[in-house]
């Protein structure tokens, strides 16, 4: 059975308090947190997230997502909140494995993010070192895109790859995902489900969460 996380990037951050209340009362495990620099991808979300209050009001994991060119400076700022997960992608343009000790040194999980066009044998030097892949089902830099085919594919290869090397990572996939592709991706081996646009337009976010975890 995969977890859920949602990401709150649409959400209405003038009251985030509702908002988290309204994900307390679910099954969901994550709140997944989208950090984007502007130069990685056009967006800028830097200044969206008020990490105090969203700390203070969800009673979920943090989950979060750097969509940066320059990891480490964000790694550092976050260690403070004590996330659950801190991804970076692997297209990054600083040292991996630098990054991959400075989140692990702080008894957190490092997730490794690989955009779709981005051959999976990249991954190869790092496997042994982390805890999550997050698979990127849509171009990286805004919500509400629709969800690539293709995506199926790169997981299966990905879990053939796992097998043999470090079968303890978890495989998170993050973009398009709604009740109409769920239950193929949890057949195909997916542990953590990250939808956004899907979950937070829904009035009962707890009912919708639930539509996600069918197999």
Known sequence: MSDIAISILNCDFNNIKFELNRINDSSIKYVHIDIMDGYFVEKNTENLFDMKAICKYTNKKIDVHLMVKKPKIFITNFLKYNPDIISFHIESEENISENIS????????????????????????????????????????????????????????IKEKLLKTNPKIKLEIDGGINNLNSKSLNKSGADILVSGSYLINQKNIKKASISLLKV
């Not at 042994?128 to 594919?153: A, Y």
């Open 102 to 157: 400075l989140i692990t040194s702080h008894g957190i999980k490092c997730g490794i993010a690989i955009n779709p066009e981005t051959d999976i044998q990249t991954l190869n030097n790092y496997i042994e070192n982390i805890d999550v892949i997050l698979i990127m089902s849509v171009v990286p830099g805004k919500g509400g895109q629709k969800f690539i085919s293709s995506t199926f594919k790169k997981i299966k290869l």
